[in-house]
């Protein structure tokens, strides 16, 4: 089973200041993770995605996630908000290995970002 | 090289009536999954298809809702009979197969179907 909790449904920064989205996952095998984000009425983008390499993992958009599993933890951060980066965030587990636990993607509730001008 | 392309993109049909949701994946990508997202929720997986193959439906209701992937054409999430709560956005996404024939699991998603029921 797994399970993912985004501790904050709303997130307001003012442009230029860091941005930390919070992201605590449960997983029965060693996960995969990922962020999408998702602008008003549009689909879903990949920001960025760990497969149990590297533990920082690097994205697009200056975007940047860390893997702690002392925490079970994987929060995205930003160094310096843009205005473009308002959107929902989603963080998703699934597992690294075959199965339905492989394909089933579990989402997070969402994090909606607020860039304050 | 197009991505993953869902139509029509705002659906409004009538109580009882029947909603088809059309979606076809990126160029090369074999595995499609449709995901439902409620108001204020994150998205809900619900069916995962090959070509010509279902091979993971749990997360569909047991009535009403089925879905197909034809060798030909895109795959169809079909809706019968449709009801307030049947109201979100629905999500189609695919992905590659894997060097060892399973599905790579990062998938790549459309921009979403949103259906209104009045």
């Known amino acids: 089973a797994q399970s993912v909790t985004q501790l904050d449904s709303h997130v ?3 442009e230029g200041t860091p941005v930390l989205l919070r992201c605590n996952y449960s997983s029965s095998y060693s996960p995969s993770l990922f962020w999408y984000v998702q602008h008003p009425n549009k689909g879903l983008q990949l920001l960025l995605k760990y497969t149990s390499a590297a533990t920082l993992v690097k994205g697009i958009n200056g975007f940047e996630a860390e893997f702690k599993k002392s925490e079970t933890s994987f929060h995205l951060t930003k160094p310096s908000a843009h205005m473009s980066d308002a959107a929902e965030y989603f963080c998703v587990v699934t597992s690294a290995y075959s199965g ?6 579990t989402f997070g509730k ?3 970002l607020s860039v304050i001008p | 090289n197009a991505g993953v392309m869902q139509n029509p993109r705002h659906l409004v049909r009538r109580r009882g009536q029947e909603a088809r949701l059309r979606c076809s994946p990126m160029k090369g990508h074999s595995h499609v999954y449709w995901y439902r997202q409620l108001p204020e929720e994150g998205l809900k997986f619900m069916v995962y298809l090959q070509k010509e193959n279902i091979i993971d439906e749990s997360g569909m ?7 197909e992937f034809p060798k030909e054409g895109p795959s169809i999430l079909r809706i019968q009979q449709v009801v307030r709560g049947d109201s979100a956005a629905y999500f189609c996404a695919s992905s590659q197969i894997t ?5 790579s699991n990062e998938q790549f998603f459309g921009p979403g179907t949103r259906l209104t029921v009045l």
């Open chain 1, 12 to 14: 307001s920064v003012s």
């Open chain 1, 100 to 105: 339905a636990g492989s394909y089933q993607l």
């Open chain 1, 110 to 112: 969402g994090t909606k």
């Open chain 2, 61 to 67: 209701p047991k009535e009403r809702f089925s879905a």
């Open chain 2, 99 to 103: 060097l060892a024939g399973g599905s």
